[in-house]
């Protein structure tokens, strides 16, 4: 059976649209769906000198597989023409339409992921919008209390315990009931979306050296590591929490399912200098796939047609895997 995939281009002054756009000019066995609008597909194409044949969705007719150089549209109306590399505050609302088309269309069942283009969160907020990215937005459409963020590329995954928070109220974000809330649906992801019967799961501490035994910060003594073994006790296999500045090294990566960070940037550097443009964000916890790119809406590359497809493809091509429960093949060590 032929499954439809909804895709968000996101900023539409960014290159999500580019990348989409250069994507669609091979066969894809599914039927890609871009949440967006057809004059802005139109003129980025004519800027690219990519062909383009777009065909209005109609979900009343049976989904069919997307040929080279055609792509189903579902119309989302901009506010203001876009520009490539200039963001205009106008087209906010826009972005998050796009969003909540592929949240109601994927809760509907009319889709089976969506995947989407990155968006960029300053524009959004200066148009009078509290975003502070796809996660948490996606979490609060479907009324879904908690949601993990994870990246993922060849060798190594990796988790977070907080996302898009200011780095001075981490420390408090990290609780009891957030590692309990975020380790169990990591734990159940990796079981049921990626096939892995005994998690190995390897947590960052929070403070340098995971808190030198309570001399540089407390939160490991009194909350992470008794958590750790409450979970523990449960039947998890969870190993630390382990300083952050020694763990990426594969004698602990290559015993580890996913690697837990408890902030963004304590995480993500490390995954995105091993695969940066080659990494995939997958949001787990959320009652439909939803997979995304590594990296940003790189404005500086907007409409020049130099911008990388490597994650947004990588992007597509898991949430297939996903969608058709496949084995994923990223990240097999
Ligand atoms: N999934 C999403 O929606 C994401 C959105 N963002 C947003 O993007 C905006 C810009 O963020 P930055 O930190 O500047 O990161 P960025 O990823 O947009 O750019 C960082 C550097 O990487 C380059 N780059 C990025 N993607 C590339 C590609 N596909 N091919 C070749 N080079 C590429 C850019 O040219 C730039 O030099 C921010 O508003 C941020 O919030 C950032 C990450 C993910
Ligand atoms: N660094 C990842 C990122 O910012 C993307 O977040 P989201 O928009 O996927 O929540």
Request: hydrophobic letters at 40%.
């Amino acid at each position: 059976m032929t499954i439809r995939i909804a895709i968000t281009p996101g900023e539409p002054a960014g290159i999500g649209p580019d990348l989409l756009l250069k994507l669609i000019q091979h066969d894809w066995p599914v039927q890609l769906v871009a949440i967006a609008d057809k004059s802005l597909l139109e003129q980025r194409a004519k800027q690219l000198c990519l062909p383009l044949k777009l065909i209005e969705f109609n979900d009343s007719e049976p989904a069919k597989t997307s040929q080279a150089g055609e792509l189903y549209f579902s119309q989302i109306d901009l506010a203001a023409p876009a520009i490539p590399g200039e963001l205009n505050e106008a087209n906010g609302e826009y972005v998050l339409h796009t969003l909540r088309h592929a949240s109601e269309q994927n809760t509907n069942g009319t889709f089976a992921a969506v995947v989407t283009g990155p968006v960029h969160k300053g524009i959004i907020n200066k148009a009078g919008i509290s975003f502070s990215g796809h996660t948490e937005y996606f979490a609060q459409q479907t009324n879904t209390s908690d949601v993990v963020m994870m990246l993922a590329t060849q060798g190594l995954r990796v988790a977070l315990v907080t996302t898009h928070i200011p780095l001075a109220y981490v420390s408090k974000a990290v609780t009891e009931e957030r590692l309990i809330k975020v380790t169990e649906i990591l734990h159940h992801d990796l079981q049921e979306k990626f096939g892995i019967k005994n998690p190995r799961i390897l947590m960052c501490g929070l403070n340098p050296h995971a808190g030198e035994d309570g001399h540089l910060g407390t939160e490991e003594l009194e909350t992470i590591i008794p958590t750790v073994q409450r979970l523990n006790e449960t039947g998890m296999n969870i190993t630390g929490p382990l300083p952050a500045d020694t763990l990426f090294q594969d004698k602990y990566l290559n015993q580890t399912d996913a690697v837990l960070a408890m902030y963004h940037d304590q995480g993500l550097p490390v995954l995105k200098y091993k695969g940066f443009g080659n990494s995939v964000n997958i949001t787990l916890g959320l009652p439909f796939i939803r997979t995304s790119v590594d990296h940003g809406t790189a404005l500086d590359l907007a409409g020049t047609g130099k911008a990388e497809v490597g994650s947004f493809e990588l992007a597509i091509r898991e949430a297939i895997h996903l969608a058709t429960k496949d084995k994923v093949i990223i990240n097999d060590r």
